[in-house]
C-alpha cells in the first residue's frame, strides 16, 4: 500500500516535513532529494529523483557507456507532476531503470500516469518505456522517432543486450510513440501544463523539447550535454543554428540529457556550443586544406578534449559525421 505524498500538501505537516520544507525553501533554485515514502517500492532508492522545481523532478545517471554495472543508467529521466496527471520524460535505458523511475513516480504520488514522452529515439533515453505500458498511457514523441526507431529497433536491441548483459538487459522492450508530435502542442496534466515543440534537425531528427510552464523549467532531452561530450547523430550546423535560436529566449532552468539535474540558462549552453563550433571550425579548415575524413577523426575537435568525458569514445564519431555534413557546404 503506497502512502500518498503530495508536495504542495500543508495538512498535518510532521515537524520533520517542515524542517524539510524549510530547509528546500532555503535551497531554491537548486534541487532536493525526494523524500522517501513510507512504503516506499523495492527497487526505488530514495534519492533516485530530485525536485528541481515544485513539482518537476530530475534523475541524474551516470556519465558512461552502457555496461553491465550501470545497468543502462547513463542519461537523466524525469517527471512532471500536475494535480491530475503524471508526464514522465524520457524512461533511462534498460527495463530495469524504468522499473525504478516509475518507482521514484510511486514515491511522490498516486496520480496516473497519462503520458510517456521521449525526447528522441536513442536507447539511453527510451529503453525503460516497457515499464510504463498501461491503459490510458500515451507515448508522445517528435513525429519522426517511430520512423527512426524502427529503422534501428534490431539493432539498438542486439547491441544493447550485448553492452549491457542478459541480467541487467531483462525485461527491456522497444515501445514505440501512440503519438506523434509534428507542432507545438500543449498538453494540460491539471494545474499546470506542458508544452512540447519538435525540433529540426540537430542531435537527431526527432529532438522533441518540453517545457512546464508553472515552472518555466525546460527538458532539453540531448540537446544539452554537460560533462558529457556531446554526440551528433543529427546535424551539427542543425544543432549550431537551433542551439543560437533557443537561447535567445529565456528559462528558469533547463535539464539537460546528460549532465547535472538542473542547469542555468542560457548559461548551460555555452560549452556545447563551443564544442560544436570548435569541431565546425576545425572540419571547414581541413577540408579547405583538402585533408581527408581520416584526418578529420583524429585531429578534429582536440582542443577540446580535456573539457568533456568520454571524449575518446565519441570525439572522431562525431567529427566524422560533421566532416559528411560540412564538405558539402
Ligand atoms: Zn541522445
Not at 551516470?62 to 542519461?75: V, Y
Amino acid at each position: 500500500m503506497l502512502r500518498h505524498i503530495d508536495p504542495t500538501a500543508t495538512s498535518a505537516p510532521s515537524r520533520r516535513t517542515i524542517v524539510r520544507a524549510a530547509a528546500a525553501l532555503l535551497t531554491w533554485p537548486f534541487w532536493r532529494p525526494v523524500a522517501a515514502a513510507a512504503a516506499a517500492e523495492p527497487g526505488a532508492p530514495t534519492g533516485f529523483a530530485v525536485e528541481v522545481a515544485p513539482g518537476c523532478f530530475v534523475h541524474q545517471g551516470r556519465h558512461a557507456l552502457f555496461a553491465p554495472d550501470n545497468e543502462g543508467d547513463i542519461s537523466n529521466p524525469g517527471f512532471v507532476v500536475g494535480d491530475e496527471a503524471v508526464a514522465v520524460i524520457d524512461t533511462s535505458g534498460s527495463g530495469i531503470m524504468g522499473a525504478r523511475l516509475l518507482a521514484s513516480v510511486r514515491q511522490v504520488t498516486d496520480r496516473p500516469i497519462r503520458y510517456v514522452i521521449n525526447t528522441h529515439m536513442h536507447p539511453d533515453h527510451v529503453f525503460g518505456n516497457g515499464a510504463f505500458q498501461a491503459e490510458g498511457t500515451e507515448f508522445v514523441a517528435h513525429h519522426k522517432m517511430a520512423r527512426g526507431l524502427a529503422a534501428r529497433a534490431d539493432r539498438y536491441m542486439e547491441r544493447n543486450r550485448e553492452l549491457l548483459g542478459d541480467k541487467a538487459f531483462e525485461g527491456t522492450k522497444i515501445v514505440m510513440p501512440t503519438r506523434g508530435i509534428d507542432s507545438p502542442t500543449t498538453i494540460d496534466l491539471g494545474g499546470r501544463s506542458i508544452e512540447l515543440v519538435p525540433r529540426k534537425t540537430a542531435h537527431t531528427d526527432n529532438d522533441l523539447t518540453v517545457r512546464c510552464t508553472k515552472t518555466d523549467t525546460l527538458y532539453l532531452g540531448d540537446l544539452l550535454f554537460s560533462g558529457h561530450v556531446p554526440t551528433i547523430d543529427g546535424s551539427i550546423k542543425g544543432w549550431m543554428a537551433l542551439m543560437e535560436e533557443m537561447t535567445k529566449s529565456p528559462a528558469a532552468r533547463v535539464v539537460p540529457g546528460h549532465g547535472p539535474p538542473s542547469m542555468p540558462w542560457p548559461e548551460g549552453a555555452r560549452p556545447l556550443q563551443h564544442y560544436l563550433e570548435t569541431l565546425a571550425v576545425d572540419i571547414r579548415g581541413l577540408i579547405k586544406q583538402g585533408k581527408t575524413l581520416a584526418d578529420a577523426m583524429v585531429v578534429a575537435g582536440q582542443s577540446e578534449k580535456n573539457a568533456w568525458l568520454l571524449f575518446d569514445d565519441y570525439n572522431a564519431r562525431n567529427a566524422s559525421a560533421a566532416f559528411a555534413e560540412l564538405e558539402w557546404e
